[in-house]
């Protein structure tokens, strides 16, 4: 195994760590997007019962 | 005589809003650095653990999840008894727009705390005193979003959920203090007044991610502060003129 494949096996926990990563930094990434949505959704003045959960209605 | 500093002058609502939108855009460039710098220190250069093995990295997630989910909460229930005694509209919109960051850092700290726990306690949880008391922390948050967004008067909803971030702040010192007042399975601080029991390098990759969690806080809270501020401010000339200049810009 290379030094690269030894780092990011993590000595066999790689799943713990690269798992706990991942899901902050998709955590992360949810919350900009939320944020964008209810930015958007500001513009839209008749919707404004939807802005709390920052989704768009039909 | 020294240059007398008017505090108040943010506390306008409009010039709130343009600092918060001068300052969110280098908070955010400064937390996305610090955080690729932290990670590189702490995933490559930081030497393995000898106890623990390669899976202690995550604490350099954990930790500074762990420790704004709690300073958040105390930022939060501070505003909200500046604007329970002052009646401060402004103070009442930064707790509401801390909320939800605080919500996600704790479940960050949970989930991260979770994946560490089972490779090295060989379990994913145990009701011990620190993950049950920042498990409560989480239904805090949660309490006081739901109990704001269910009044729908905004004053009443802004007190009602104030009086329960107040309350709530007395889970802060309990989470800290767990693990000494209590026999834990969760370990001790690693790092306190007297000093750090981690190596230099591992202390070095934990202390920028810390700065990098908190840019990160700053820049996330900022922004849904311009959100909320928008939006209970829709009735202004001010709020409007953005408003109309972010529809054509769109």
């Keep these: 195994m290379t030094t690269f494949e030894v780092w990011l096996t993590m000595g066999g926990k790689g799943w713990y760590v690269w798992g706990a990563l991942g899901m902050t930094l998709l955590a992360l990434l949810a919350e900009w997007w939320v944020l964008r949505l209810q930015r958007r959704a500001l513009l839209r003045p008749s919707q404004d019962d939807t802005w709390d959960m920052g989704l768009e209605s039909s | 005589m020294g240059t007398r500093v008017n505090w108040f002058y943010f506390a306008a609502p409009s010039r709130c809003y343009r600092l918060a939108q001068r300052l969110q855009p280098w908070l955010l460039a400064a937390a996305l650095v610090l955080a690729a710098w932290g990670l590189y220190w702490g995933l490559w250069l930081a030497p393995t653990d000898a106890q623990q093995g390669e899976v202690y990295r995550i604490v350099f997630v954990h930790v500074p999840a762990a420790w ?4 958040i909460y105390l930022a939060m229930a501070g505003w909200a008894a500046v604007g329970l005694v002052w009646r401060s509209r402004l103070s009442h919109m930064m707790a509401q727009a801390l909320a939800p960051t605080g919500a996600l850092m704790t479940f960050v700290a949970l989930w991260t705390g979770a994946l560490w ?9 145990v009701w011990d005193a620190r993950l049950t008391s920042e498990l409560l922390l989480l239904f805090l948050y949660l309490g006081y979003m739901a109990l704001h967004a269910s009044i729908e008067d ?4 802004d007190r009602a959920a104030s009086l329960l971030a107040i309350v709530g702040a007395i889970n802060v010192p309990v989470i800290y203090f767990s693990v ?6 969760h370990q001790g601080a690693s790092i306190g007044p007297s000093g750090s029991s981690m190596a230099e ?13 908190w840019c990160y806080t700053l820049a996330a809270v900022l922004a849904r502060l311009r959100v909320i501020l928008l939006k209970r401010e829709r009735h202004t000339a001010w709020a409007t003129r953005v408003l109309q200049a972010q529809e054509t810009n769109a």
């Design chain 2, 68 to 71: 704004m989910s709690m300073v």
């Design chain 2, 117 to 125: 726990g089972q490779p090295t306690w060989g379990t994913w949880w």
């Design chain 2, 154 to 157: 905004v004053d009443r909803a």
């Design chain 2, 180 to 185: 000494v007042w209590w026999n834990t399975l």
């Design chain 2, 201 to 213: 390098p591992m202390l070095r990759a934990l202390l920028v991610m810390v700065a990098a969690a």
